[in-house]
């Protein structure tokens, strides 16, 4: 089945650790992003990639770091410098603007991250 | 209605009956539009989509609707089931933005069986 895998799907971790987490996807898109998910609030873009070996910060990167070393992966570092790391972080992939201009995006299902 | 940046509104219907949900959005620069499905600990699960250049498109059970004029997007689910209870959200995606998705808070679905 192609699709989007993140894991772990629960991740504890102490204050003051980096932890990275995982995005794999084999849907062979060329995009991909990073989301942070909230109570009560919509989605919001940490960092996106359009192709390989290159990224983008989006509205809330501080405290966050990627690479995108491969077409199929993502990894996300949360730091210690985040300071509300405790969140429900969101993988998702596109076709990519090149391919399709009109392309949604699929996730996956999510890492809930705690730190205290 | 939902909108982002607003308290995550709720909506109970009976199966069977109709859904309708709601979505406003700022941008007139926004030209493609999702509707996404999220049940509990999972990610978000596309729906449909519509492009700006159109009024309404019909997917199995669910049609979206466009208004431009007021900047209002909807999402109409026919019969609604048990198995449609989820938190629906909607996206934009604006050309003035870097062409990047913004998502509403979403509206919570209850069906009554």
């Known amino acids: 089945d192609g699709g989007i895998t993140q894991s772990p799907k629960y991740l504890f971790r102490k204050e003051g650790q980096n932890v990275t987490l995982s995005c794999e996807q084999n849907l062979n898109h060329d995009a991909m992003y990073w989301y942070r998910q909230d109570p009560g609030q919509g989605l919001r873009l940490i960092y996106y990639?359009?192709?390989?070996?290159?990224?983008q910060k989006g509205d809330i990167a501080e405290g966050y770091s990627v690479s995108r070393e491969k077409k199929e992966s993502f990894p996300l570092t949360v730091t210690s410098a985040q300071k509300n790391p405790t969140a429900f972080y969101l993988c998702?992939?596109?076709?990519?603007?090149?391919?399709?201009?009109?392309?949604?995006?699929?996730f996956g299902n999510g890492t809930r991250l705690t730190v205290t | 209605g939902e909108s982002v940046g607003l308290h995550l509104p709720t909506l109970s219907v009976q199966e069977g009956d109709n859904s309708i949900i709601n979505c406003a959005y700022s941008n007139s620069a926004s030209d493609y539009f999702i509707w996404y499905k999220q049940e509990s600990g999972k990610g978000p699960q596309f729906i449909i989509d519509?492009?700006?250049?159109?009024d309404k498109r019909q997917g199995q059970r669910v049609t979206v609707l466009l208004n431009k004029t007021v900047k209002h997007l909807s999402l109409q689910i026919a019969a609604t089931q048990p198995g449609d209870s989820a938190v629906y959200f909607c996206a934009e995606r604006s050309t003035d933005t870097g062409n990047q998705f913004y998502f509403g808070t979403g509206t919570s679905l209850t069906v009554i069986p």
């Open positions: 998702a992939s596109s076709l990519g603007r090149i391919l399709s201009y009109n392309s949604p995006l699929h």
């Open positions: 990639s359009q192709i390989v070996n290159d990224f």
């Open positions: 519509i492009r700006s250049n159109m």
